[in-house]
C-alpha cells in the first residue's frame, strides 16, 4: 500500500502560481511513477502531468504545458507541481497517483493505470 496526501491547493487570482505537494509513505517511493491528475466540477478527471520513477522524464497535458512544471524529491517522499500563470479554466481538485515503475511507458498518462490516489486538494483561480 501507497498512501498520498495532497497540499498546496486554495485560492489564487488569474495569472498566480501555486505548488502542489504530494506526500507518499508506505512503499518505496522511488518504485513509482507519479501523475498529476485534476477534475473541474461537472467534469470528467483528467491527466494534467506525469513524472518517471527516475525523474528523468515528464509528461504533461497539452493544457498545462509550458505552464506547468512536475518534479519529485525521492530522498523525502515528494512529488511537486508548480502551477503558473494559472487561469480559471485550471479551477479544479488536483489529485496525486502512484504507478508502478513497471507500467509500461505508454500508459503513464492513464487514469486506470493508477494503482493509487490521494484524496485531491481543491484549486480555485479567479478571474
Known amino acids: 500500500q501507497v498512501q498520498l496526501v495532497e497540499s498546496g491547493g486554495g485560492l489564487v487570482q488569474d495569472g498566480g502560481s501555486l505548488r502542489l505537494s504530494c506526500t507518499a509513505s508506505g512503499r518505496t517511493f522511488s518504485r513509482y511513477n507519479m501523475g498529476w491528475f485534476r477534475q473541474a466540477p461537472g467534469k470528467e478527471r483528467e491527466f494534467a502531468a506525469a513524472?518517471?520513477?527516475?525523474?528523468?522524464?515528464?509528461y504533461y497535458a497539452d493544457s498545462v504545458k509550458g505552464r506547468f512544471t512536475i518534479s519529485r524529491d525521492n530522498a523525502n517522499n515528494t512529488v511537486y507541481l508548480q502551477m503558473n500563470s494559472l487561469k480559471p479554466e485550471d479551477t479544479a481538485v488536483y489529485y496525486c497517483a502512484a504507478q508502478s515503475a513497471l507500467t509500461s511507458l505508454g500508459l503513464i498518462k492513464l487514469m486506470r493505470k493508477y494503482d493509487y490516489w490521494g484524496q485531491g486538494t481543491q484549486v480555485t483561480v479567479s478571474s
Open positions: 513524472i518517471r520513477w527516475t525523474g528523468g522524464r515528464t
